[in-house]
């Protein structure tokens, strides 16, 4: 459905661009391939192809505030405007963190939103753009969604727009723009108050107000600034200053808004120093992953989803839970709690769409990913500051510090030792032979000995959705040992130069006495046969990974 005649709807002419392929979360693209002229808007034409007439009525949209985002949010409405929306909701200067806009479509039963953002891939103009498509349940685009919009930027051979002015993205207010609706709201107030209702304020606000205990929040100079302020400082009275790096920069400030121990090193440096606070934690780019310390050492995504699972009861909006699940790479510490508690426990490819159907269907409360994501069934993505409180109100109903907690974990479950090892940048062509060679010996592994360990099973791991009966193949290779340890082979499908290799790596360890050992020379003997099976020097010419998580 266009525009009635009358309106300024403008018919662009233009060619498909080879590879807007959405990828793990969203089309991810170095800021430079956005610019060329009309790459934004084909995309966006492409998004709207796929959506039915009916499914074009209102929509939510907002980004991280990296580099290009207020050009794109203006351009963006235009389309809209053009395309026969009726109604767009954009957060005040153009910010939405990505769980606030999954909370805002589901707040509002708009027919989805746009988030612009790379997640936590360096911004600025050398940096990376990113385009997500969210659907009416508030989380990514599924698959089948996703290879449409591929499928229709393919073949397009024009875009609609309007000429219309810019619209004032910094003052709440209601706009017509072109016979569209564009509402200017403020990007916290609704998510605040859905993470108010499902976390004890009046105990955390004891316990930070008080000063008797101190936190850091880390924004990393890129979304959840505000959000955190709002939270934490605002509703929760924790001192001015608990938000640290707290204004969104186009650039980051330079940074890389990627919450771990490499880029964090700000926050890390702060826990490491003398008179830490008692705890440390920082979200990335857009809001949706987190990264939490304890004094004297972080804790693992793996192990933080096994422990808010087995303390949700500690947690008002959480006293039961349906189901959990994670991704395929993530540890098995939540299985063991899983397990325990007689929930369903789901394992599904690598990114949040995969948890989707499994929320919306009401099988599963909890959902991670090792990669720094947690999230629930309140909105459909993973919510970094959600996670934090999360930490916050189950510290304050047992009163333990975070590290005190997961210590009590793993003499109780048992520790899933876990790291990952990310090889980036490498040769596109390397990657996918290794990929293809391991492929192709999975029937012969199992039985073969790598110094310390044998293959027990190999597989890669390919996943049926109980909800829609879809598959999804090829979603990474798996190794199981006889010592119990596993490892998986992956290429990521975020990065926007060559490819990634990553390798995943865990052991369960029981022993009481051998809970606090050092990760990286626990799993030595793992990861020195895995890249021996993989050939990871012959196919990638590195011998040392360049992150470890
Ligand atoms: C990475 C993570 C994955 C996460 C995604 C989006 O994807 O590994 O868990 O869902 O970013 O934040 P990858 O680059 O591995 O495809
Ligand atoms: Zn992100």
Not at 10 to 26: A, D, H
Not at 202 to 212: C, P, Y
Request: proline share 5%; aromatic share 8%; hydrophobic share 35%.
């Amino acid at each position: 459905m266009n525009r009635e005649p009358g309106v300024a709807v403008r018919r662009v002419e233009t060619r498909p661009f080879e590879g807007q392929k959405p990828g793990t979360s969203g089309l991810r693209k170095s800021v430079r391939e956005f610019a060329e002229p009309h790459y934004l808007e084909n995309f966006v034409q492409a998004i709207f192809n796929t959506l039915g007439g009916d499914a074009r009525d209102a929509l939510v949209l907002g980004g991280d505030g990296r580099y290009g985002n207020r050009d794109a949010i203006q351009r963006i409405l235009r389309q809209a405007a053009a395309n026969g929306f009726r109604r767009v909701i954009v957060g005040r200067g153009g910010i939405l963190s990505t769980p606030a806009a999954s909370c805002l479509i589901r707040k509002h039963g708009t027919d989805g939103g746009i988030i612009l953002s790379a997640s936590h891939n360096p911004g600025g103009p050398d940096g990376d753009f990113g385009v997500k498509f969210n659907g009416a349940n508030g989380g990514p685009a599924p698959e089948s969604v996703t290879a449409a919009i591929h499928a229709a930027s393919g073949s397009l051979d024009h875009y609609l727009t309007c000429d219309a002015p810019d619209i004032d993205l910094d003052r709440d207010g209601c706009h017509d723009l072109c016979g569209m609706q564009v509402d200017v709201i403020d990007p916290v107030a609704d998510y605040a108050d859905l993470l108010e209702g499902l976390f004890d304020f009046d105990a955390l606000r004891e316990m930070l107000g008080s000063g008797r205990f101190r936190m850091r929040f880390d924004a990393m100079h890129a979304v959840t600034g505000p959000y955190a302020r709002e939270i934490l400082e605002r509703r929760l009275e924790a001192p001015a200053g608990t938000v640290m790096n707290g204004e969104p920069l186009e650039d980051f400030g330079g940074g890389h808004p990627d919450p771990n121990l490499v880029h964090a090193h700000a926050l890390v440096a702060l826990m490491n120093g003398d008179d830490p606070p008692a705890f440390g934690a920082a979200s990335d780019g857009d809001g949706d992953r987190n990264m939490v310390l304890g004094r004297g050492g972080y804790i693992n995504p793996c192990d933080s989803l096994a422990v808010l699972t087995a303390n949700a009861h500690l947690v008002p909006g959480y006293r039961s839970l349906a189901g959990v699940a994670r991704s395929m790479p993530t540890s098995r510490a939540v299985d063991r709690v899983a397990a325990a508690r007689n929930l369903p426990c789901y394992e599904t490819p690598t990114g949040w769409k995969f948890f989707g159907n499994l929320l919306d269907d009401g099988r599963i409360t909890l959902c991670g990913e090792e990669s720094f994501g947690t999230g629930s069934s309140h909105v459909r993505e993973k919510d970094g500051l959600w996670a934090v409180l999360f930490w916050l109100n189950i510290i304050a109903a047992r009163q333990q510090p975070a590290r005190a907690i997961l210590r009590e974990h793993w003499r109780q479950f048992g520790r899933d030792y876990f790291t990952r090892h990310d090889y980036e940048g490498v040769d596109s062509a390397g990657a996918e032979a290794l990929m293809a060679g391991l492929r192709e010996r999975l029937g012969s592994l199992p039985g073969q000995q790598f110094g310390e360990e044998v293959v027990t099973e190999a597989d890669d791991f390919a996943y049926e959705d109980p909800v829609d009966g879809s598959v999804s193949r090829g979603q990474g290779i798996r190794l199981y040992f006889e010592s119990g340890a596993r490892v998986v082979f992956r290429l990521s499908g975020t990065g926007t130069a060559g490819a990634t290799l990553r390798l995943y790596c865990e052991r369960y360890e029981r022993d009481p006495t051998l809970l606090e050992l050092d990760t990286q020379r626990t799993l030595a003997p793992v990861l020195d046969a895995a890249a021996a099976i993989a050939g990871i020097e012959a196919h990638t010419g590195r011998t040392t990974p360049d992150v470890i998580t």
